[in-house]
């Protein structure tokens, strides 16, 4: 039988490393990217290339980049908020004119609520919106491919409950500019399954599943039953973090994104087949390695519940 195909992307380095408060060198981030690959992982989004003032860990980026080992099947992502984020990466990419590049893909952000937008973007949802859509235009006619964000799909911490509707208008407009695909993020990381399902029904409605990927914080312990119920809606690119890294600077007491381990494990003999490089797949016990090994430069350990119990027996 032919099982359903399943994609990550590991946004350890990026969503993972975000909101530590102490300074992570660059050689650690360049190192974790490395062992992403090696270990079987085929998108990996490396960092961002935010403001400073707002995000002082991602301000390395583009040493990260530069120090990083790339491989050819892998493809490496950058998240930027502006046009400055994305005259940043193009002007990289024209001083490093490497095969294969330093990354050819960007991910650009909104949210569903205009409170967390403002938050994050400094301005409303519709504004952010604008400002967006000529650098996807402007990424696109630089052979970049464009991955959308819509963060708060189910609840924001600054205005409660979210409106699925918005979810979808905001999905379908990120769609329309260009983006291959929308992430739909559970931010804040309190979705339910039930909540995941209604919303994914309302997007749903006007929004092809196969342009849609699934990005769950842990915070309240639904990510794993959040991921497993986006795949049962047709979702087939996760996002997912290894050592369950993560939080957002703007979600306060948000953790983590789901641990890449817990996924891996939560799919093994299931109708699902996670892609990856390692003979086909992600390599778990690599992964769990690397989680701990990561956690362990942070100065703590893996929270990652497969990553702690594999480590233990
Ligand atoms: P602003 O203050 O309104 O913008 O911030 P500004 O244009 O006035 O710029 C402020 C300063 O930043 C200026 O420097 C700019 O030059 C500089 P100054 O003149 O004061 O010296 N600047 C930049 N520097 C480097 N790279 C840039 C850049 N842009 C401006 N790209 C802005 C607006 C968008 C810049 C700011 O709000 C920002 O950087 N936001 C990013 C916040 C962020 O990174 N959030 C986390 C990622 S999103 C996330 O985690 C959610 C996600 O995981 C999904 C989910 O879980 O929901 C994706
Ligand atoms: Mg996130």
Redesign the pocket.
């Known amino acids: 039988t032919t099982k359903n195909v399943v994609n990550i992307v590991e946004v350890s380095p990026r ?1 993972g490393l ?1 909101n530590e408060k102490g300074v992570i060198p660059v050689s650690v981030k360049a190192e974790l990217v490395t062992r992403l690959g090696r270990a079987g992982v085929q998108i990996i989004e490396a960092g ?8 002082p860990q991602m301000a390395g980026t583009a040493e990260v980049l530069s120090q990083m080992e790339r491989l050819q099947n892998v493809r490496y992502q950058v ?4 046009q ?2 994305l005259d ?1 990466v193009t002007a990289l990419l024209a001083e490093q004119p490497v095969s294969p590049p330093l990354t050819d893909e960007i991910s650009i ?1 909104t949210a569903a609520t205009d409170a967390f937008t403002r938050a ?3 301005t409303t949802t519709a504004e952010s919106l604008a400002r967006l859509a000529p650098v996807a235009r402007a990424a696109l006619d630089h052979g970049l491919r464009v991955r959308g ?1 819509v ?2 799909v189910i609840a924001c911490p600054y205005s409660g409950q979210v409106d699925y509707i918005r979810v979808r208008e905001v999905t379908k407009a990120l769609l329309d500019m260009g983006c291959y695909e929308v992430s739909l ?1 559970d ?1 804040v990381g309190m979705g339910t399954p039930s909540q995941v399902s209604e919303m994914l029904d309302e997007v749903k409605k006007d929004v092809p599943v196969e342009k849609l990927a699934g ?1 769950f ?1 842990d915070t309240y312990g639904t990510a794993v039953a959040n991921v497993l119920t986006a795949l049962d809606h047709g979702v087939r690119t996760i996002d997912a973090s290894v050592g369950g890294l993560g939080g ?3 979600s306060p007491g948000a953790t983590g994104n789901v641990a890449t381990e817990d996924v891996l494990y939560a799919l093994q003999g299931s109708q699902y087949h996670v892609a990856g490089n390692a003979d086909g797949t992600i390599d778990l016990n690599k992964m769990v390695d690397i989680g701990w090994w990561i956690s362990e430069q942070l100065g703590r350990e893996s929270v990652s519940r497969v990553g702690r119990a594999i480590r233990s027996r």
């Open positions: 969503d975000q961002s290339f935010v403001s400073p003032k707002w995000v998240l930027v908020p502006n400055k984020g940043a952000f994050n973007l400094n964000y963060s708060v993020g931010t990005h914080h957002c600077p703007y």
